[in-house]
């Protein structure tokens, strides 16, 4: 209890949920020998816990292969009060497996599940559950001041942020790689022959569709990705810890959702329908560029690609490369 208590009173202050939890993994490891914390959020909403309707929060596909299906399911899905109790624990054979509420932040229920050798106390589990809940918390609240901060980068006719906005969040995300090594992906979104809307139909029109684009394209991405108007009828996303082909899935999404839509809008009292298409660019960092800069360029090239194609199109760099050597090759 003595290393928890000068634990809990050196604890420094983390406006990162992802850092906070390492460093209470990194606690637990040195004092119980702890297997890696699996992490999860659900949303509040939900009664009972099910790990099909949960976000890993620290934990991926690797740390869950530690712990077998059917422990998860002793530990998680058969009990319905998880909840309302701070701390459980279920010893099978000679190991020790620990469920810990980790408390609400944004309407999202935390919780961790872990094991160890050896047992630890129930007051001890029940300290660290109450102080991380606070924690989590508080870090809310920043998360809240930081959005208020953040109205002065977004576009009044989107919503999304702006091109200032990109910029501070691509360098950023490249310095963050540098600790963490988290890849990125870049996708450059263009809407094909939108000029032709605001000459056929004026820019009111043409500001209504782009807020509709900005919706359908914003209603596809996690979270954690990012989405901007960069300019005119273009916007940039990003895409956290994501590769080029988990971009090019997502452009393909995006392309098809927007190519399925009829955009609908009132003009001279009469109800008229378009079509769309989008012309999207993917680009990777670090794989495909070395800067922020970089990144945003090829992005853009790919883009461009796309459109000198036939428009209607998503390519990323491998795309790129396999049209080239077809042409030099051959069929």
């Known amino acids: 209890m003595n290393e928890l208590t000068k634990f809990l009173s050196d604890f420094p202050f983390f406006q990162s949920e992802k850092n906070l939890l390492v460093h209470l993994e990194d606690f637990l490891a040195r004092e119980f020998l702890i297997r890696p914390l699996l992490v999860f959020s659900i949303q509040d909403k939900f009664p009972v816990i099910h790990l099909d309707k949960c976000r890993t929060v620290?934990?991926?596909?690797?740390?869950?292969?530690?712990?077998?299906?059917?422990?998860?399911?002793?530990?998680?899905?058969?009990?319905?009060?998880?909840?309302?109790?701070?701390?459980?624990?279920?010893?099978?054979?000679?190991?020790?497996?620990?469920?810990?509420?980790?408390?609400?932040?944004?309407?999202?229920?935390?919780?961790?599940?872990?094991?160890?050798?050896s047992v630890i106390a129930t007051e001890t589990l029940i300290l660290i559950s109450q102080f991380i809940a606070s924690h989590l918390k508080i870090i809310e609240k920043f998360d809240e001041l930081y959005k208020s901060q953040e109205l002065i980068h977004i576009d009044d006719v989107t919503g999304l942020y702006n091109q200032r906005k990109l910029y501070k969040d691509l360098q950023s995300l490249v310095d963050k790689f540098?600790?963490?090594?988290?890849?990125?992906?870049?996708?450059?979104?263009?809407?094909?022959?939108?000029?032709?809307?605001?000459?056929?139909?004026?820019?009111?029109v043409g500001t209504k569709l782009l807020e509709n684009v900005a919706n359908d394209v914003k209603s596809l991405l996690r979270d954690s990705d990012y989405s901007y108007r960069y300019g005119g009828d273009e916007f940039v996303v990003i895409l956290t810890n994501s590769d080029g082909q988990s971009g090019k899935v997502v452009g393909e999404r995006i392309l098809k959702k927007i190519k399925s839509r009829e955009y609908t809008f009132d003009i001279r009292e009469e109800t008229k329908s378009i079509k769309l298409s989008v012309s999207i660019g993917v680009a990777e960092f670090p794989t495909d560029a070395k800067n922020a800069e970089e990144v945003l360029a090829i992005a853009d090239r790919m883009m461009y690609e796309a459109k000198?194609?036939?428009r209607g199109l998503v390519f990323n760099t491998q795309d790129v490369f396999k049209s080239s050597l077809k042409k030099v090759v051959g069929p």
């Open 58 to 117: 620290l934990g991926k596909s690797d740390r869950l292969q530690l712990y077998s299906a059917k422990l998860l399911d002793e530990l998680i899905i058969k009990r319905s009060e998880l909840k309302s109790i701070p701390c459980l624990t279920v010893k099978v054979e000679n190991c020790y497996y620990y469920y810990l509420n980790l408390g609400l932040k944004r309407n999202q229920f935390y919780f961790t599940v872990f094991s160890a050798p």
């Open 308 to 310: 000198e194609s036939g």
């Open 178 to 204: 540098q600790s963490e090594k988290d890849p990125f992906c870049v996708l450059f979104i263009d809407i094909d022959h939108f000029k032709r809307v605001n000459d056929n139909y004026g820019h009111l």
